[in-house]
T-cell receptor, first 113, second 113 residues
Framework: EPEVTQTPSHQVTQMGQEVILRCVPI?????FYWYRQILGQKVEFLVS????????KSEIFDDQFSVERPDGSNFTLKIRSTKLEDSAMYFC???????????FGPGTRLLVL | KQEVTQIPAALSVPEGENLVLNCSFT??????LQWFRQDPGKGLTSLLL?????REQTSGRLNASLDKSSGRSTLYIAASQPGDSATYLC????????????FGTGTRLQVFP
């Protein structure tokens, strides 16, 4: 069964460093998302992406964040200058059509020291 | 602002019991509702998606119902097994140019032999 994959599974970085989280969505899906989950808290929406542009972003998704689909398979989330409060599990998701089931990857656990 | 609440927060039951997990949302103008399972430190596994026009969906031992007007959904698990132990999350999507999911806090389920 097709699934969303994410790399790396864990990343430790120093505050102020740039990180890139990578995702490979399900191959025939057109809608891509990033969510995050701070330990012990709810899963929160960050951004949605369709047709090579951002469809919607949350208040969390400030100028430090960016997304890109550099080729036909990868979808990346970049944090330019990490902060301690960026420590969380970051999930990528994809769906075939808007407002259809979203399928999530296993997540990248980011720890900012 | 949409708020999603799940009750109970935690549940511990013996194997074989039938269970009901509850999800409530404050704004009934939803497009769909999705139930997920999350194992500790892992990603989200999609279980069921109910469109706003539907009343219920079934998959194996799982049955999810939706009462949009009262802002409620229930996930019914029949004949629970230890392998069902996980956190169960519900999430709603508003539609109307947004397909971001708004998540509840989850119900942590433990099924003991």
């Amino acid at each position: 069964e097709p699934e969303v994959t994410q790399t790396p599974s864990h990343q430790v970085t120093q505050m102020g460093q740039e990180v890139i989280l990578r995702c490979v969505p399900i191959s025939n899906h057109l809608y891509f998302y990033w969510y995050r989950q701070i330990l012990g808290q709810k899963v929160e929406f960050l951004v949605s992406f369709y047709n090579n542009e951002i469809s919607e972003k949350s208040e969390i998704f400030d100028d430090q964040f960016s997304v890109e689909r550099p080729d036909g398979s990868n979808f990346t989330l970049k944090i330019r200058s990490t902060k301690l409060e960026d420590s969380a599990m970051y999930f990528c998701a994809s769906s075939a059509e808007t407002s259809q089931a979203q399928y999530f990857g296993p997540g990248t656990r980011l720890l900012v020291l | 602002k949409q708020e999603v609440t799940q009750i109970p927060a935690a549940l511990s039951v013996p194997e074989g019991e039938n269970l009901v997990l509850n999800c409530s949302f404050t704004d009934s103008a939803i497009y769909n509702l999705q139930w997920f399972r999350q194992d500790p430190g892992k990603g989200l596994t999609s279980l069921l998606l109910i469109q706003s026009s539907q009343r219920e969906q079934t998959s194996g031992r799982l049955n999810a119902s939706l009462d949009k007007s009262s802002g409620r959904s229930t996930l019914y698990i029949a004949a629970s097994q230890p392998g069902d132990s996980a956190t169960y999350l519900c999430a709603v999507s508003r539609g109307h140019n947004t397909d971001k999911l708004i998540f509840g806090t989850g119900t942590r389920l433990q099924v003991f032999p």
